[in-house]
């Protein structure tokens, strides 16, 4: 199975920091990544997929780059409805997905 | 829009199989669109893909529970269910359901709110 590997596992920041958060897959993935955002006690929710694609009605300060093994997921000026944790999946495996560990970020 | 609820026991004795049912309102589940899948998520960890369904009745399954995995379909009642037998406390987790749609594949666009299941005594 692909394992992803998320770094860091936590961050501190302020708001109106940019935020990068990197996600490697132990083998090639090609563009084949996702990246969701959970609050405690909710569902994850998709952010952005095909590595860089925004998912309709998330706010443009999120982005993604990243193809083959390294990934990032950039929030370019954050907000505080933005302190959460961070999801990568892939799904080149499909259909056997998997996960990242997760980004938990956290209040400066 | 498109909701997903889970239901089932929130305690599950060890050994003993564990069942939850997501019920699907706001679109058909046999529509032929979309998989529906399971996901679970320890207190405090990661997430775990369980295993999918399109509405045909084709599973998949991760290998890593497929011997204890069964996921079913009721296009009756909009309704697709986990059965996960001989479970253990590692099995204790927040078990969601989710979908993801035929042209975005592998890619979860709605969840369900999730819901606690304890393996104890």
């Known amino acids: 199975a692909i394992r992803m590997t998320q770094s860091p596992s936590s961050l501190s920041a302020s708001t109106g920091d940019r935020v990068t958060i990197t996600c490697r897959a132990s083998?090639?993935?090609?563009?084949?990544l996702a990246w969701y955002q959970q609050k405690p006690g909710k569902a994850p929710k998709l952010l952005i997929y095909?590595?860089?694609t925004l998912q309709s009605g998330v706010p443009s300060r999120f982005s993604g780059s990243g193809s083959g093994t390294d990934f990032t997921l950039t929030i370019s000026c954050l907000q505080s409805e933005d302190f959460a944790t961070y999801y990568c999946?892939?799904?080149?495996?499909?259909?056997?997905?998997?996960f990242g560990g997760g980004t938990k970020v956290e209040i400066k | 829009q498109v909701q997903l609820q889970e239901s089932g026991p929130g305690l599950v004795k060890p050994s003993q199989t564990l069942s939850l049912t997501c019920t699907v309102s706001?679109?058909?589940?046999?529509?032929?669109?979309?998989?529906w899948s399971w996901i679970r998520q320890p207190a405090g960890k990661g997430l775990e893909w369980i295993g999918r369904i399109y509405t045909s009745g084709s599973t998949n399954y991760n290998p890593s529970l497929k011997s204890r995995v069964t996921i079913s379909v009721d296009t009756s009642k909009n309704q697709f269910s986990l059965k996960l037998s001989s479970v253990t406390a590692a099995d204790t987790a927040v078990y969601y359901c989710?979908?993801?749609?035929?042209?975005?594949?592998?890619?979860?666009?709605?969840w369900g709110q999730g819901t606690l299941v304890t393996v104890s005594s």
């Open positions: 706001g679109g058909s589940i046999s529509s032929g669109s979309y998989y």
């Open positions: 999946q892939q799904y080149y495996s499909y259909p056997l997905l998997t």
């Open positions: 095909a590595a860089s």
């Open positions: 083998q090639g993935i090609s563009s084949y």
């Open positions: 989710a979908r993801y749609s035929n042209y975005l594949l592998g890619i979860f666009d709605y």
